[in-house]
């Protein structure tokens, strides 16, 4: 029964697993990878490394080796258990073991089992979730602050693609995640971008994730520190006063007018980049709560203290605080004002709040309800409700679903799928957690923080500079509104997603789509350009003979290095940051057009991709390669072991191709091989996604080819990434292994075999509504893994 404990020992069950299937290979003598079992003993802190390796490898099937004879499916099952049970418990107190847990290990689990039928022998039991507290991600996080001093626009369904109430803060141009205080009153300041970058008030996200790539939404990805908790009281103190009063809670009272000039009067010497430079409109438009009531008081009564606890704590946790609760935050916010007095004392005591656990943490602990027979109990209420809110928006629930908890409306499987319909069907309703899924699955959003190398940047025939970067963040968002157009259309969600051949673009992107040219066609388009100035300038010349030609107009510098692409269409609108950097803010407007033919298809081909996944000085095959075979084949690669040195030779005169040579030695080739011939397919573009068709002024080879894909109708040579594209958006395995990152995203943890009916009911769902991201959804958060928690520690409540 998986999930159970393997009662079993290292001597009688173990150590004849490695006998009979692993010391053929690593034993003593010439052993397999320099890795010798020949005198491994039971689970230690010592040989923990060994046994990860080794459970690595027993449950991606690579050990024993395919021509040997192979144990039967429980015994390796339990054999990968019984392994992670081991080092759980030794290193329960040096960190822990957490390599199980890692969604990048989450394939680690035979698709087949999955998706196929079980064997004999296994027997499943009705899934659950653990109980569990969420600690809020940084998007969230800071969405929740940003509630608290700016209105955003309500949505507008004439311009669905601009930012609207609900939608997640986004990065600025330079790719910060920052809560900016009242740039939405700013009409004049002193300086350029710079200068005004330098004097608005913000404040960067709090968390932060050491992941790069992939899924983020696990529990275990995010916490508290001290530092952390410091910087939080830091912001609370400064949201709280601009919620009271605004601008003049950051500047002087002759900034506040709707005369510049009356303000420019007042400017002394040079005051670039300092706050004072800066002219508010008188205009309010920041939310009016009982915050502001209270500090504008003239004292501070009970009630008006009790209405900014209250508002703030429900602001902050997404539910009305308890009696108990309310009556704590009361207590502590009199203590600080009996000692500071009524301004500091009140901000510094409401500011406690922005501490309150659920505030910073999600819970999720079935503290209600009693469990079945399988120790199940069922999330209801509050917990349910905001689970259902979070797994789609980042502001606190609705009213109808605010009502719908408070009137006892959220205790069931049906309550849960009435919620999550009428959500998903209400445009209006902002849903950025979807959105995010597609950037952890699809990993498009990182080009702009990929440092390219100046040189090589320039040879690529990119933008130079900040342009380059500038350019890559607009091209997320760009692909994030490609991405939403799909969804909205709803129908085979991931077939479109990976052959569409509409792109969102800006007129930048005329060089990004474009076609990177030999040395021979940039001469080419030299000559010519040559060529055109002179016949201009001699029937310049013939019109006025006799008279000095004008002095040349400077102009437009014109990019020889690439054959720009034609881009036209409709329209639309991205959604980007609100003005942050003055004149350097993003532009929301983009236009809906079609991909060159030929040369591009699907998310995987736009250069918000292609750069995400590429380095300083050239493509990422392994990477690129490494994503196809985790993303959409399902397939595993264990952690590169830490004697191989993974550096590829500098050769600036040979290929990527030539140099990725080194891969296939013998060591390195069983597990490159899952990787290379999938990512060079994708060499038919540069390093700064253009198309291209020769490298270092050869014809650039393209092949590649799907080994070992798990689907014998897959395997087979490619030509090249769009042939590639082509088969794998055919196959119902990798809309299968899509299916598993959608459930580890919405239930914050890697499956398991109990797990198997919910991703069979979930794929089934999305085929028989034609691929609708919606149905999958819904059959995902009306799932049993989405709706029960096993309690495995003492409840912990609020109160506590």
Known sequence: MPGQKVDKDFRSFAQPFLVNHCADCHGEIAPEGNLTLENLGPVDEVNADVWTSVWAQVALQEMPPKDADQPEVIERLQFADWIVAELTRVLKDKGGFQANRDPNKGNFLDHDLLFGPLPEGIKLQPTSSPARIWRVTPQEHITRVNELINTEPEYDPNKPGLRTHGDVVPTNHGGELKLYFGTDRITRWQGGTVAYATAVKSVPAVLSSARNHGLENYPDFYSVNSAEATQILGMADDVLRYMAYGPLSIAEPFQISDNPQSVISQWKGDIRGLPTSLVYSTKVVRPLTPVKDLLEAKEIDDQ?????????????????????????????????????????????????????????FRPELAAEGQADQYGRVMLQDW???????????????????????LEGRMRTREDVRREVERMLSDDSIRKPRVLQFFRDYFDYDLGGYICKDTRALADSGAANGQGHYRAMFDATASTDRLIELILQEDQDVLKQLLTTDKIVATPTDKTYYGKRRSQKEVSASVAAQRKKDEAELAAWMEEHPGEKPPKKKQQQNVNHKVEQAEISGPKIFARVSRRSFGSGSMNPDRILAAAPEGERL?????????????????NHAIRRGRWVRERLLGGGIPDVPITVDAMLPDEPNH?????????????????????????????????????????????????????????????????????????????????????RHAFRFWMGRNETLNDAPVLQEAHRAYKESGGSMKALLTSLLTSDAFLYRTRTEPVTTAAN
């Not at 900014?308 to 609760?325: C, G, I």
């Not at 699907?602 to 050239?618: E, K």
Request: glycine share 6%; with cysteine; hydrophobic share 40%.
């Open 304 to 360: 008006k203290l009790g209405a900014a606890v209250d508002y703030l704590f429900e602001s902050l946790t997404f539910r009305p605080p308890t009696k108990q609760e309310s009556e704590a935050y009361l207590a502590i916010a009199k203590q600080s004002v009996d000692k500071l007095g009524k301004e500091d004392g009140a901000v510094l005591g409401l500011s406690a709040i922005f501490l309150d656990r659920d505030a910073l």
């Open 383 to 405: 917990e349910l409700g905001l689970a259902v809110n979070h797994a789609l928006r980042y502001v606190k629930p609705d009213e109808e679903l605010r009502s719908a908890i």
């Open 655 to 739: 290929t990527l191709r030539e140099r990725m040579r080194v891969t296939r030695e013998n060591y390195c080739w069983t597990c490159h091989e899952k990787m290379d011939p999938l990512g060079l397919p994708f060499e038919m573009f540069n390093h700064a996604g253009l198309f291209r068709e020769t490298e270092l002024e050869q014809p650039v080879d393209t092949s590649g080819a799907i080994i070992d894909s798990g689907d014998p109708e897959l395997d087979g040579q490619v030509a090249n990434a769009i042939e590639m594209i082509e088969k794998l958006a055919e196959s119902e395995r990798v809309e299968q292994v899509f299916v």
């Open 602 to 618: 699907g998310i995987l081909t736009q250069p918000s991709w292609l750069v995400s996944h590429s380095d300083a000085m050239d």
